[in-house]
């Protein structure tokens, strides 16, 4: 059986610091299996026991996966010192959870959707990694119509300042008169503002870029921006899978 104290459980929960912890077992307000600890360096199983911090479960996880719908204007930093970031977005607790919860990858700071949040350091460099780049699919609409050769051309590769991209899926939507000034693009790869730059390289401009998918995981509707849940343990298995 894994065992770890109980003050060392509730840190990494985030729920209470090490003294937090001596002074609420000295009050009586933590219960272990319904009963009120003794001491803060009991030895509990982490997976199994059932402990209650001042009248709330707790419950740990030995990593931490978040599901947001990023909104426009945050940036996806761990802090800034000017702008909002994404991870000021979650809850104090979860704040103070160890390993730190951080964004895996980047979107800039005008576009929203799907961001994985994760404190799992190796799983998030799997999937990020150039070799096993997962797939991601964005919204886009940009200013000026896309033309058959726009297509062509942004499928097979551009120059974006002297790197050329993988061959990517995009798919047009006509508007009434037949234009197609919105769709979807789905890279194999992820360089920095790369949508961004491969309609420049068009000499089209971004109005907006939403990220739909990554990899196994699809944003959720039931999520306004700003909104976030917890992965389900299907979507954590696709996660692990995608970044074997
Ligand atoms: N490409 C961009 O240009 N921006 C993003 O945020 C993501 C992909």
Known sequence: MKTMRLDKYLSLTG??????????????????????????????????????????????????????HKPDGVVSATEDGREQTVVDLLPDDLLRIRPAIFPCGRLDKHTTGLMLLTNNGELSHR???????????????????????????????????????????????????????????????????QIKLMMEARHNQITRLERLTFGPLTLDPALAPGEWRWLTPDEVRALETAGE
């Open 15 to 68: 729920k209470a610091t090490r003294s937090e912890t001596a002074k609420a077992v000295r009050g009586g307000e933590v219960l272990v299996g319904g009963i009120p600890a003794k001491r803060a360096d009991m030895q509990i199983d982490p997976d199994t026991a059932e402990v209650i911090f001042r009248g709330e479960r707790v419950t740990y996880r030995q990593f931490i996966y978040i599901l947001m």
């Open 127 to 193: 999937l990020l990694a150039p070799a096993r780049h997962v797939d991601k699919t964005y919204a886009f609409s940009v200013k000026f119509p896309l033309s058959d050769e726009d297509e062509a051309v942004l499928e097979s590769g551009v120059d974006i300042g002297g790197y050329v991209t993988a061959p990517c899926r995009v798919e047009r939507d006509a508007d009434a008169e037949g234009s197609c000034r919105s769709g979807r693009i789905t890279l194999h790869e992820g360089k920095y503002h």
